[in-house]
């Protein structure tokens, strides 16, 4: 079984920026998409981004143009790059492998002044 770790979260400004990482306990390479999904206190789990093994990406409409998902293969690693941030973005932060079900423990993000 692999196992997720998220780092990378904490309190920025509005219109500051953020960069998660997720790190794998072993390869990523043919695990296939890997995503990024959040949730805010008291709503359900919201995906935000994806990226598959050719490097195609996909993201939620509230977040294109602001954040960018990246994949290291070589480092096991799936980065969120997040810039403009908004309230709105605040959550708990997710890795995900939709292929194995897999979830990591959250990281937090708080936009506020």
């Given at each position: ?21 997720c790190a794998a306990s072993r390869s990523i390479f043919s695990l296939g998409t890997m995503g990024w999904y ?76």
């Open positions: 079984q692999v196992q997720l770790v998220e780092s990378g979260g904490g309190l920025v400004q509005p219109g500051g920026s953020l960069r998660l990482s959040r949730q805010a206190p008291g709503k359900q789990r919201e995906w935000v981004a994806t990226i598959n093994n050719v490097g195609t990406t996909n993201y939620v409409d509230s977040v294109k143009g602001r954040f960018t998902i990246s994949r290291d293969n070589a480092k096991n690693t799936v980065y969120l790059q997040m810039n403009s941030l908004k309230p709105e973005d605040t959550a708990v932060y997710y890795c995900n492998i939709p292929l194995l079900g897999v979830w990591g423990q959250g990281t937090q993000v708080t936009v506020s002044s």
